[in-house]
């Protein structure tokens, strides 16, 4: 059974590109939109970045994202993230 280690507590997500954050050098990431609606997330290498790639969290969801150090995101709504590790 997987389990997540918890590295640093929960924040609030970015809202804008010019405010992107890499949530710590994060290479894993525990998003939680505790929120009523869809939440779109995006990624990009880093801010300012020309390609930022975009995926929909769907409302009271977890999921976990696997991203480089350097990787920044933002949300189109504040959600809860942390930075985590999986261990076994």
Do not use: W
């Not at 609030?12 to 954050?21: F, I, K, R």
């Not at 869809?38 to 991203?67: D, W």
């Amino acid at each position: 059974m997987q389990r997540t280690k918890i590295l640093e507590n929960v924040v609030l997500t970015p809202t804008s590109v010019g405010t992107a954050s890499s949530i710590g050098s994060a290479t894993c990431l525990r998003i939680h939109n505790n929120t009523s609606g869809v939440v779109t997330v995006s990624i990009s290498a880093y801010v300012g970045a020309a390609t930022t790639n975009q995926f929909s969290l769907p409302a009271n969801s977890v999921e976990f994202l696997e991203k480089f150090p350097t990787d920044v995101i933002y949300t189109s709504s504040q959600i809860q993230v942390n930075k985590v590790a999986f261990t076994n």
